[in-house]
């Protein structure tokens, strides 16, 4: 067997922080991207469909790019602070994580389109530019730890269902090289004949109650675009965009879950059993890079001078992703010295193509005279076409899951900017509806900003506020193989970002 899928089933904690299928896991985390935006958008919720003539118009609503009468270019570096609250039965714990990143580096060059001698210069097609900007869509740098007593059982318990799943009845023996066979050599698990209220299988060989458990998770990479774009301007009216986006992955993810308590081992060959204390340790690897593309297309519409209407389709982003997986087991008994099983990371090498969803908005900015404005923004989420496909592995199980575990979703935006001579005060918020069936919650984001011009120069500064409410299941059981209960780490995830645009015209 060559898939992690295969080896730890549900094991793996997806990017909801919740274990579904880990490929099916992965295609939601990596379809959770943000719009790479200036610190000007970023402070008014990046409720900017309507707005235009900003740098974000590239990776944004590309027709903005038509309100630019000058060319423009700028530079967004990030300073991103996680901080993750968890409750794993009733014993808290937290965890932080601070990281500086290039969030958007953007450049557009304006084109004045000519016009025949005589003709009015404010009607017909007035410009084409063109843009091209860097953004990073998604940061995956986050530490988590939670620990507690589980009153419910072992982890061993799950180790059993994979092997009686993998060899029901003894009769083949397990897979070499799997989860359930390290499991099984290490004594945490062992078959056991039918009894009076028991048939035969494997079982768990913990005997102690409450046992203590923790997980460490630490996450980083991330996922960025490059966008190009072109924005066209029809008489001061209508403007129009076009634009492509290539994207690239990178997410990298370490996991150790420890255990401690009592389990009856036969040691050193013996076969009486004796109960001992031990420690376990599972561990976890993961390496996953991909490359991508997807367009987008856009309008922005001027009934009256004050009233901006917009509109933006950006299709589904098609990815090719290659994946790496690690994972062994160790554990240390009182009685005798350390046993450790691994397996080879080359041997759980995965390459699939994962189509991420189409997302629709629209907007409406009102602008009063040059004091400022007020924007927002609605848009649909369409998670239910996410899909995978791969001829490494039976992506059967996944794509099901990417059909009925997730649920599109719609998202609003609102922000104002209101100006003071050369001076901007600016404010947002975004909400992004929950798209998990049944679990976490929405992500809210509660944003501030100021900005100031100085001739050709301006200089912008934002803060975010941004939260939300996820579950780790560390391990779970399928109710066909057992009835154990699955522990569920409750954790809350607040975000404190800031952005810093430097820009100018030219």
């Known amino acids: 067997m060559n898939l992690k899928y295969a080896l730890t089933g549900v094991a793996i904690v997806a990017a909801s922080q919740v274990s579904y299928a880990q490929y099916s896991g992965d295609a939601f985390r990596f379809s959770q991207t943000q719009t790479g935006a200036t610190a000007r958008i970023k402070a008014i919720g990046g409720a900017s469909t309507a707005v235009g003539g900003d740098l974000s118009s590239i990776s944004g609503n590309p027709a903005g790019l038509g309100f630019f009468t000058k060319s423009e270019l700028s530079v967004t570096p990030e300073y991103d602070g996680s901080k993750v609250n968890s409750n794993y039965f009733g014993q808290n714990n937290s965890s932080s994580k601070n990281q500086v990143n290039l969030n958007n580096a953007s450049v557009v060059f304006y084109n004045r389109l000519s016009t025949p001698r005589g003709r009015d210069k404010t009607k017909g097609w007035l410009s084409f530019n063109l843009g091209a900007s860097y953004n990073r869509t998604n940061n995956f740098y986050q530490n988590t730890y939670y620990a507690g007593r589980n009153p419910n059982g072992s982890i061993s318990d799950y180790y059993a269902q994979l092997a009686n799943i993998d060899d029901p009845g003894n009769k083949l023996g397990l897979s070499n090289g799997t989860l359930q066979s390290f499991a099984a050599n290490q004594q945490q698990i062992a078959f056991y004949s039918a009894g009076t209220n028991t048939p035969a299988g494997y079982y768990s060989n913990v005997t102690s109650a409450n046992n203590s458990q923790a997980q460490n998770i630490v996450t980083s990479g991330g996922q960025s675009e490059i966008s190009l774009s072109g924005g066209a301007n029809y008489s001061n009216k209508l403007y129009l965009g076009f634009g492509i986006g290539i994207t690239d992955l990178r997410f990298n993810r370490t996991s150790t879950f420890n255990e401690t308590g009592t389990a009856s081992i036969l040691p050193n060959n013996s076969n009486t059993p004796v109960s001992a204390g031990y420690a376990s340790q599972f561990f976890q690897d993961q390496i996953t890079t991909g490359t991508g593309f997807n367009a987008k297309v856009g309008f922005i519409y001027k009934p009256i001078e004050a009233v901006r209407i917009g509109a933006t389709y950006t299709s589904p982003t098609w990815m090719t992703v290659n994946d790496s997986y690690l994972e062994g087991l160790q554990t240390q008994y ?12 080359g041997d759980y090498d995965v390459t699939y193509n994962l189509r991420t969803p189409m997302k629709v908005s629209g907007g409406v900015a009102v602008f009063v005279g040059k004091y400022g404005f007020i924007s927002g923004d609605v848009e649909y989420v369409d998670y239910k076409g996410m899909h995978l496909s791969s001829g490494d592995y039976d992506n059967s199980q996944d794509n099901t899951d990417l059909s009925t575990l997730y649920k599109s979703t719609v998202n609003a935006r609102v922000g104002a900017e209101a100006k003071l001579e050369d001076f901007f005060i600016r404010g947002g918020f975004n909400y ?7 679990i976490g919650s929405p992500i809210k984001t509660t944003s501030a ?14 803060y975010q506020y941004i939260t939300r409410n996820t579950t780790i299941y560390p391990y779970q059981f399928d109710p066909i193989y057992s009835t154990s209960v699955s522990p569920a780490a409750n954790l809350k995830n607040t975000y404190n970002n800031a952005f810093l645009t430097l820009g100018m015209r030219f």
């Open 334 to 345: 009182a009685q005798s010295g350390v046993l450790s099983n691994s397996t080879n990371p």
């Open 449 to 462: 900003g100021l900005g100031y011009r100085f001739g050709k120069y301006y200089v912008d500064a934002t």
């Open 432 to 438: 992004q509806g929950n798209p998990q069936v049944g």
